[in-house]
């Protein structure tokens, strides 16, 4: 029952794998029905928390997570499988906080991150008093980092191969490793169940009709390379940290584009809030803040090329007025 | 890639000279290259690869080929692949590729880095053994330091939990090698009344950059006291604050007797 739970709580991991298989689950229309409303919810940015009692429904939800994905991989739709993996994240790590060590320890391990509670052959310091200081191997670190300055490797504590990392920290790595894991969606073996396309059409019309896009488009080689690759994961649907988001929208607007535009823009990432990202453009415009330089953007980690230019708003030798 | 530089504009007999002696030490050079049946390797006579896509299945059989045609430029992939010869390159397959850091130098003129080549050297090693062995934790074994046969060194790494790393991950440990955004006031927590302020700040003992800034601060104070502080030329007063930052307390009030 206790692995059950578990499974339920983490249907992504070894032991949910392993449950379906020795219980060798066939796809229900009730567990149909629960892929497809876990998509749905991740679709509207939610995720929902399981209600199951019984031991039946529990093994339907956690053969839910497997149906989410065979519809993702027949609809190979990047925008969708984003939003699922953002939501499935958000969902497991409401569970991290209050996981015993042992379980937490095994999901943790199993995602690639495995923690050391001390490291004897070098002494660390305990940073800003936070106790119970926990050292994640390096490369585990560079791969499941948020993207943010705060996680910036140069102001961590980096010794003898381990990163220094807080409870709350390393939570936050394996939420990320999660979003990654629930967001590589294998092909489809064989040939598609009905079931499944039949669930894809569903989700179809729940799908933004016409990919949200920018209505001001600009010519090839207008942005410098920093602001044009964060465009460019933004058509992907990538997820992009606070501090790019709040560049290109500093950038952006800067460009004369308006609050609705850059709002229709960001609606392509995974985890977008109309009502937040709204209120933080508009927020950006009123505060008139000026475009961060290259050398900011070089410590957040945005810039990628060396142009050598000062500003962005430099980009060939133009400026552009701000509005 | 690795490079074997010769001079290619010589005439044919020094060609052929050059070509005997390249044979001759292939014959008995000590190969190594890790995995070598997952490499790609490309070939030159006229340019630095004249041909690529090609492939051994061992140390010996790359050896046999080098001591048989012997071409003036050899080069292999730092990239593993399952399929090495394979065409296009999305193929071949990618398995990893060594972490390599790449100290390259700029001078004038054609000679004008050879000179200078002594400082990179310095620094290529101060690199792997300060950032690559101490901060990363990769075994010398696992390290292979090379000159590029041009301007610089290349350090490779083959240290296997590397070798998956991304584009994007490798450039965070470039720009924590090169310090690129780093934030020293992170090192630092302040608390207490203005007048008594208590700042915890980074040992000399400290890992990483902690250490680092503060053996820089503590070396600046006692070569050039004067750009910091006045009081900072009564020895005693120098010493319990560089002392006070052995210890990883850098209060004000720490020298606070003569202000």
Redesign the interface.
Known sequence: MDNLDFCVRYPFSNAAKELLEKESISPTPEIMDKGLARLKSALSGKWMKSTAVHESEKLAEVASYAVSRMILSYMRNRYLTNKFAVAEAKLAHSFFEKEGDGALGTISEELGISVKKENQS????T???VNGILFV???AY??FSP?S?DY???????????VSVNPHERRRLMEEAVRKKAGEIPQLRGGVPDSIKKAAENLKSDLPKIEPQSTVTFKEGDNPPCMEKLLESLKKHENLNHQSRWALAVYLTARGMSVEQIVSLYSNLPDFNEKITKYQVEHIKKRGYSVPSCATL????ICCADCRIGSPLNWKGKVWGAV | MEKTWVQNSMDPNERQFVLKKFSAYYSNANIQIPSINQREFGFGNIKKIDARHLSFGSAEAFRTYLVTNTPLFVSHSAAYYERPDATPMERKGILGADLIFDLDLHAEGKYGVYAMLGKVKDDAIRLMEDFIVSDFGISKKEIILVFSGNRGYHIHVRDTDYLGLGSEERRELAEYANGIGLNYLNFFDVSGPKRALRIIGPKESDSGYRGRFAKAVIRAINEKTQTFSRKFSNIEERERFTNGIKEGNWSPNNFQSVQ
Not at chain 1, 122 to 125: A, E, S
Not at chain 1, 152 to 162: D, E, I, T
Not at chain 1, 298 to 301: E, P
């Open positions: 070098d002494r660390f310091v940073i800003h008093g191997p390096l490369p560079l791969k993207r300055i910036k490797l140069v102001n961590r504590s980096v010794s003898n191969g381990f070089l410590s957040y980690g």
